[in-house]
């Protein structure tokens, strides 16, 4: 079965005095002439047609412009650095830091239709993974060791671990047995905020990671104890 076909006319000057309104919705008054396909008879109504809707735009949620906001964040890597520098010694401390010029809030902001946000990145801790199995986690950067200590008073520890073995057996860059070295990573969690404009929000993000790793050689020294010679300078019994 063929379909009617219905042609319409907008009857402005209906809708500007000669009607009243004739629907509930915002529309107009239209000429509707409508063809019956199987024996081409015509009618013709006046009709009130209501305008088509026009869909809102979904409200933009600011939280979604805050982790956009939060991806954009450009975080510096650490830089490990431990004294002593090059080889550190059993049971004694090796002191650990990293730059302390990352050591400040990292931000960016996104946009989304009228919503603008800006996360904010703000390290909280730094962990250090020694490669021996134990983990070291300090509230700063850390800081080298004090070049100026007062005889008999041991420097304040701020960021600092005490290897309790060598690196002896373990893997070499080299493959030197005597480069032998732990594999030392670093870790800046950095905790995230946000704040925005054009809708209410604000609070916390999931927080961020940085990391970056160095080899650590670990060595251990012998203390050699010499017998004082005796009395009689010959050897003692």
Do not use: K
């Amino acid at each position: 079965m063929e379909a009617t076909e219905c042609t319409s006319t907008s009857l402005v000057l209906n809708d500007v005095g000669g009607f009243a309104p004739g629907g509930p919705t915002p529309g107009g008054w239209y000429s509707v002439t409508c063809t019956n396909p199987a024996t081409g008879a015509q009618e013709t109504q006046t009709l009130w047609i209501a305008d088509q809707a026009t869909a809102a735009p979904a409200p933009v949620d600011p939280v979604e412009v805050a982790l956009s906001a939060e991806r954009t964040i450009t975080l510096p890597d650490p830089s490990p650095s431990t004294d002593p520098a090059g080889t550190a010694v059993v049971n004694l401390p090796t002191w650990l830091r990293i730059d302390p010029s990352i050591w400040h809030p990292h931000s960016a902001t996104a946009t989304i239709g009228t919503v603008s946000a800006t996360a904010v990145a703000t390290p909280v801790s730094v962990t250090w993974s020694m490669g021996d199995g134990a983990t070291v986690t300090c509230a700063g950067p850390g800081a080298p060791f004090p070049s100026a200590v007062p005889a008999g008073a041991p420097p304040t520890r701020v960021c600092a671990y005490d290897y309790p073995v060598s690196s002896a057996g373990q893997p070499s860059p080299d493959g030197r047995p005597d480069d032998a070295s732990f594999l030392v990573v670093v870790s800046v969690i950095w905790q995230v905020s946000w704040t925005s404009t054009g809708a209410a929000g604000g609070g916390t993000l999931p927080a961020l990671a940085t990391s970056a790793s160095r080899r650590l050689r670990v060595e251990q020294i012998e203390s050699v104890d010499l017998e004082p010679p005796s009395a009689s300078g010959g050897p003692s019994a």
